[in-house]
Structures are given as C-alpha cells and as structure tokens.
C-alpha cells in the first residue's frame, strides 16, 4: 500500500532528514535573504531530478509528475526565512549567525517539504498526477513572499486545484497533527502614528501642545474602535506597541511616534476598522490642537482553510496517522501569508506538533529557546507526502 510506502521512506531517512534541519538550522537567513537556503534546496531537487525553477529571487517550485500527470495539481508550500532573534539554545547545531535564528520552525517546514519530495520523486510511480512543490521566500515580512511568488506566476502553469501547508505547533505534542476548516489565522496590519504640535518648557505648558497628553488619549480612545464597534463574536485585535516622544523631564518635545498592530479574522470588519481607526485618529488629535500623520501599512490577509478541503484532508490525515492523533486547530490571530494563496485556491493549513515535555522542548515560536522534537520531522514529511498524493478535490 502507498501509506505503508510512504511511511517505510520516512523512517528510512529520518537521519537524513534530521541533518537537512539542523544545517538549516544552523545557517538562518533573514526575509527575502535566503540566498544559501535557496540553493541548498535548489542542490537537493537537483540531486533527485526533480525539475524547478527559481521565482521571487530566492524562491523556488519543484514538479513532480506521477501517472497521468493532469489528472490533478496539488501545491506543497514551504516557508524558508528566519528572525532577528538571538539564539540561547545550547545545541550543536546552535545559529552561526549572530542575532538570527529559525525561531519560527521554518528550518522544520522547509525540511518537511523536502522530505517529501524525495518520497513523492521515489514513488511517483505509485499515485497520480502532478505534485507543485513551493519553496517561498519571505514570510516573515511585508509584503509576504507569498504574494511576490504569486505575482512571479507561482499558482499558473500548471494551476493547483488546492494548496497545502504546516506549520509547527509548540503547544501540540509530537506525533500529533490538527486541522481546522474556516478562519485560522488572522489578517495583520501595521499602524504608524505621528502626531506633532509646539513644544516647550514643561513648566509653562499652556504654551504648547502637550502631545504626550494628546498620544495618551488617542491610545485609550483607540481601544472604544473594538470595543464598541466591532462585533463581539468576531475576534479583533488592536495594540499600541511603541510610544516614542520625548527626552528629558523638563520639556514637552514637539513629536510624538505611535506603532502598532491591527488583527481581525473578518475581512470586510478589516477595512471598516482602517476607516474608524483613520477617522478618530484624525479628529481627536485635531480637536486637541496638534497635527498627525497616520499610515496603515495593509499586511496579510485572513487565512481561510476550504472547509470542504479541509474535512476531506482531515480524513486522509487520520487514515494515515490514526484517528485519535488528529484534532481540531485553534483560531489563532497570529498572521501567515499563507492567506495570500487561500484568497486565490482552496487551502489547507495545518499543525505539527513539535512538543516533548519530558525532553524539555515546550518554548514557543518566536522565542529564543524554541526548539523541536525533531521526531515530528519524519511524520511533517510523511503526512505531505501522503497528502500530496492522495488528496483528490475538486471546487
């Protein structure tokens, strides 16, 4: 049986497997500076004649054709960059590039992604139609190397019916997996205030326009956009990060700069929320008596898993990993430019658990302790191959 293949050549090369991600591992690059990344997989398609082209500068897609290739189009995705994260684990294979780290686990996706290609190359005789391997630059960054990879004509020529994608997940224990149908993960804006007015001395201030005051109340006003205009059973999120103004205790300083971050899981709320941000931003600031400049940089949009995809996935999964080792996702409003590809495809985007509490591995993403159970590599790659070539659906 193709299941009992698939998982035979997944514990066969588990050790290589193993050493592909702790080479990445070891050599992070940041967003859309994947250079030795690019072409260590570009040498491992190469060494498995698996033909690829490279797309969005460091990006690269691979095809595999087994019988009767245009009987269906399935796209495998991979997410290959890093973060400006010092790393403190105290592993071998630690980052040799001070102050990057593959902190996200994209060492793991890349790897996973690899791994079934070579299990997909070597049995290619075994399923049907043609597999579009995505390896993209870039998603840790605006504007997403997804959506550079679509704009390079990633999702045409051949044009998958549906897309798949993983992503670790530190809270599930390895050797289980989780799927979820609908809203996954959130959009995610980025919002740049400056607010200016007369400054001068902190003694006299009914001379200037204090806009300390003014970015104090705009913050918390800020806040009445979730809370009284957003519906309460669609989940949003607006935080103020930064607050930058001033020097010294004796001056009220001219310059005020805000950032933050805007999420929602609905798109239409998405933009009604730009709109309101916009508007009080403006108004309140002006009624006060100083100026502002407010940019809302549009990040990634809702991931939407096909909810008929994900069910017939979901099944497949279970088939392949047992029932029990299959549950449902959370929603998350954390960001993925995953989204990019779900606006255009039907889209699966999944979890990997990673987690080994008796080992200690339990950090989370974006930290500088997370690390994996690097069992879970073998199963990401045997479940992608399993996907890839079993999956039949059509919209």
Request: net charge negative; charged share 20%.
């Amino acid at each position: 049986m193709l299941k009992d293949k698939i998982k035979e050549l997944a514990a066969q090369y588990t050790p290589e497997f193993i050493g592909v991600r702790q080479y990445l591992h070891a050599n992070p690059e940041l967003s859309y500076q994947e250079f030795e990344t690019s072409r260590f997989v570009q040498d491992q398609l190469s060494q498995w004649k698996i033909p690829f082209q490279v797309m969005a500068t460091t990006g690269v897609v691979g095809l595999i054709k087994g019988r009767n290739p245009d009987k269906r189009v399935i796209a495998l995705r991979a997410d290959m960059d890093a973060l400006p994260i010092k790393e403190e684990n105290h592993v071998a294979y630690k980052s040799k590039k001070e102050g990057i780290m593959h902190a996200c686990g994209h060492d793991v996706h890349t790897t996973v992604l690899l791994g079934a290609a070579r299990i997909l190359q070597e049995l290619k005789t075994e399923w049907e139609g043609t597999i579009k391997l995505i390896f993209q630059p870039g998603e840790e960054k605006n504007p997403g190397g997804a959506s550079l990879m679509i704009k390079d004509g990633v999702l045409e020529n051949p044009k998958p019916q549906a897309i798949f994608g993983l992503h670790v997940h530190p809270g599930l224990e390895t050797g289980k997996l989780s799927f979820r149908g609908g809203m996954v993960m959130a959009s995610a804006d980025e919002i740049y205030i400056t607010i200016k007015g007369k400054g001068g001395h902190a003694a006299a201030p009914h001379s200037t326009i204090d806009i300390i005051l003014v970015a104090s109340h705009l913050i918390v006003a800020l806040q009445q956009i979730i809370s009284r205009n957003r519906n309460p059973l669609a989940p949003s999120v607006l935080s103020i990060t930064s607050f930058q103004g001033g020097a010294t205790t004796n001056v009220i300083t001219s310059e005020v700069k805000l950032m933050g971050t805007f999420r929602a899981m609905d798109e239409q709320w998405r933009f009604k929320a730009h709109e309101l941000i916009r508007k009080l931003s403006t108004e309140l600031v002006h009624s006060m008596g100083a100026e502002i400049d407010l940019h809302i940089d549009v990040g990634y949009p809702v991931v939407y898993n096909n909810e008929a995809l994900n069910a017939v996935a979901r099944t497949d999964a279970a088939e392949f990993m047992g029932k029990e080792n299959v549950l449902e996702t959370e929603i998350r409003l954390g960001a993925e430019d995953f989204g990019y590809y779900t606006q255009k495809i039907p889209g699966c985007f999944y979890r990997l658990g990673v987690m080994n509490i008796e080992k200690g591995i339990t950090s989370g993403v974006h930290t500088p302790t997370f690390n994996i159970d690097e069992s879970a590599i073998a199963i990401g790659a045997g479940i992608m191959a399993w996907l890839g070539s079993t999956i039949e659906f059509k919209e």
